[in-house]
């Protein structure tokens, strides 16, 4: 299901929340909704997922308008999404299999078919056998999975992820992403998700759209806005991705004074040794890795050029014909 | 000294504890059983109307304070005069103003804004998140109260339960004092008033033995419903 979000504004008193947003969140696809803290990503998911009225703006599922609707149909729209939470919200009072079965239960389903419902959506986030099990006795990525089967129960068009892996190590992350897609797959599920973790977008989104202070500042596929970003938010996400990563292999405790990136086919060119030769620049390489961005290389090299300033230029815009992206890097960064 | 020991083996003192227990007994379950038909309807209007921070589902400022405002006076009465106040009702139901019965409208109708405080904080407990969740899957309100709220409370309210039982025991000893009947009455008329403390001695200990007990499988029955999760 298609979501689109028009001139969304969600104020509490003189803050604003979300201001003026308008997005398209394709049908299909996993759609992460990155950032900070504060940045309003929160609000947002309520909005979309029809917890909260906007003061102002549409939301729209497919052609059908959802913010405006009454009580009723209210009730009768949320039992078509599914969602699952940082803090899982399980209901500690039902077992694991209670659990999944309460969205049917309050649509007055077949005791029968809720019963074989379950067993299949235990199967399917793989805790066969578990129905039994009261949920305090469940480790944080087992709660998660009972929470997505939970989610699913109904067959939803759309799931919503706020900040689901957040409490995870990263290993649990993983594995809950990876199902996550799979069942975006097995489901054509659009799935959103509500992250401050850019490894979440890069491991599991498709699209992406980073949020700074309730605004959209850069939109777009996942892989373009890795190789390319265009706001110093998405920047400063990313620049927090390479340091932890462990692909990056650094040498220098300083930073260079340049940031190249470079994605796919540019990425297997001898593209430094060519610059280097045809203007006579000296690279010094400080840092630099490669990372996998839904099935793409994107290299990234924190070098300095010397050994002039003149050269530097020569081999920058040399770079940039070579489709690498040069980015002057902040000294301290 | 004698004196005292003389009446302890006296036949009549222990068929009359024996059947101000009884009678006990049956004011407190009663008025238990009543206390939380009157109290537990209060006790979720008042949460699900509080403000959306206190976890209301249907925040209504307006009614939340009337509400409150009334619970407090309610509960701000000493029991004696409610019990006063209240007998012409118990008149007009009962069709009599004395004994274990007429005292039963009484000490429900005082135990019940205490009822309905209790549960409210039971129910302040339940985790937000699993109230937003259920929301987010499409729960009407009331499946919110009845499949998640209440559900969700279980372990608070059964020791709210236990509280309320324990109060309507030392409740109705004082209902007593006005011929409520039950140990209360046992310890005032006998005990204090024919100046025999055999019997004040004994309807003591036996209140104390209902009290323990009542607090024992109380505790039971919380740990079990935790243990349970």
């Given at each position: 299901m298609e979501i689109k979000l028009r001139n969304l504004r969600r104020n509490y008193g003189s803050l604003h929340a979300v201001d003026d947003v308008s997005l398209v969140i394709p049908s299909n696809t996993v759609y992460g909704i990155i950032g900070k803290s504060g940045a309003g990503k929160s609000t947002l998911v309520r909005l979309i997922s029809m917890l909260e009225k906007p003061d102002n703006g549409e939301v729209y599922y497919d052609e059908k308008r959802v913010d405006n609707l009454s009580k009723d149909d209210l009730i009768e729209e949320r039992r078509h999404i599914g969602m699952i939470f940082q803090t899982f919200n399980l209901f500690s009072s039902r077992n694991a299999a209670e659990n999944i079965a309460y969205p049917m239960e309050i649509?007055?389903?077949d005791k029968e078919h809720i019963r074989k419902r379950t067993e299949e959506l235990l199967a399917l986030v793989g805790l066969e056998g578990r129905g039994k099990a009261p949920i305090s006795t469940l480790s944080g990525g087992q709660k998660q999975?009972?929470?997505?089967?939970?989610?699913?129960?109904?067959?939803?068009?759309?799931?919503?992820?706020?900040?689901?892996?957040?409490?995870?190590?990263?290993?649990?992350?993983r594995s809950i992403l990876a199902l996550i897609k799979e069942i975006q797959k097995k489901m054509n599920?659009?799935?959103?998700?509500?992250?401050?973790?850019?490894?979440?977008?890069?491991?599991?989104?498709?699209?992406?759209?980073?949020?700074?202070?309730?605004?959209?500042?850069?939109?777009?596929?996942?892989?373009?806005?890795?190789?390319?970003?265009?706001?110093?938010?998405?920047?400063d996400f990313l620049s927090s991705l390479t340091n932890v990563q462990d692909s990056m292999v650094r040498w220098s405790k300083d930073g260079g004074h340049y940031?190249?990136?470079f994605r796919g086919s540019t990425t297997d060119e001898p593209i430094i040794s060519s610059v280097s030769s045809a203007t006579g620049a000296i690279f010094n390489i400080r840092a630099a890795g490669v990372q996998n961005v839904n099935g793409e290389e994107l290299g990234v090299m924190?070098?300095?050029?010397?050994?002039?300033?003149?050269?530097?230029?020569?081999?920058?815009?040399?770079?940039?014909?070579?489709?690498?992206?040069?980015?002057?890097?902040?000294?301290?960064? | 000294m004698m004196e005292l020991l003389q009446s302890m083996l006296d036949a009549r003192m222990w068929s009359l504890v024996a059947s101000s227990t009884w009678q006990t007994i049956v004011m407190v379950f009663l008025s238990t059983i009543f206390s939380m038909i009157l109290g537990l309807p209060i006790g979720v209007l008042l949460h699900v109307t509080s403000s959306e921070e206190q976890g209301g589902i249907i925040p209504h400022p307006v009614f939340y304070n009337v509400l409150s405002r009334i619970v407090n006076i309610l509960r701000s009465f000493p029991f004696i005069i409610l019990m006063i106040v209240?007998?012409?009702?118990?008149?007009?139901?009962?069709?009599?103003?004395?004994?274990?019965?007429?005292?039963?409208?009484?000490?429900s109708i005082a135990a019940a804004p205490f009822v309905a405080?209790?549960?409210?904080?039971?129910?302040?407990?339940?985790?937000?998140?699993?109230?937003?969740?259920?929301?987010a899957m499409g729960s009407t309100n009331w499946q919110i109260i009845l499949k998640v709220l209440i559900p969700e409370a279980m372990p608070s309210l059964a020791s709210g339960v236990t509280l309320t039982i324990i109060n309507l025991i030392g409740y109705s000893a004082m209902a007593g004092a006005i011929g409520g009947g039950g140990l209360g009455d046992l310890a005032i008329r006998y005990g204090y008033q024919r100046f025999n403390p055999a019997y004040m001695v004994c309807a003591v200990v036996v209140i104390i033995i209902?009290?323990?007990l009542i607090q024992f499988i109380g505790d039971k029955i919380s740990a079990r419903l935790i243990a349970k999760r």
């Open positions: 649509c007055h389903m999975r009972v929470a997505i089967a939970r989610a699913l129960a109904t067959n939803p068009s759309i799931l919503f992820c706020d900040e689901a892996t957040s409490a995870l190590d990263p290993q649990t992350t599920l659009t799935v959103v998700m509500i992250t401050h973790q850019m490894e979440v977008v890069r491991d599991a989104c498709d699209r992406v759209a980073v949020l700074d202070s309730g605004h959209i500042v850069e939109e777009g596929v996942v892989s373009d806005i890795f190789s390319a970003p265009q706001s110093d938010v998405t920047k940031t190249l990136r924190v070098t300095d050029i010397g050994p002039d300033e003149e050269t530097a230029k020569k081999a920058v815009a040399l770079l940039r014909e070579k489709r690498v992206l040069v980015e002057e890097t902040k000294v301290g960064v | 209240l007998m012409p009702l118990s008149r007009i139901i009962i069709g009599t103003s004395i004994g274990t019965m007429a005292t039963v409208i009484p000490l405080r209790i549960i409210e904080s039971a129910l302040k407990e339940v985790d937000p998140g699993v109230v937003q969740a259920a929301k209902m009290v323990e």
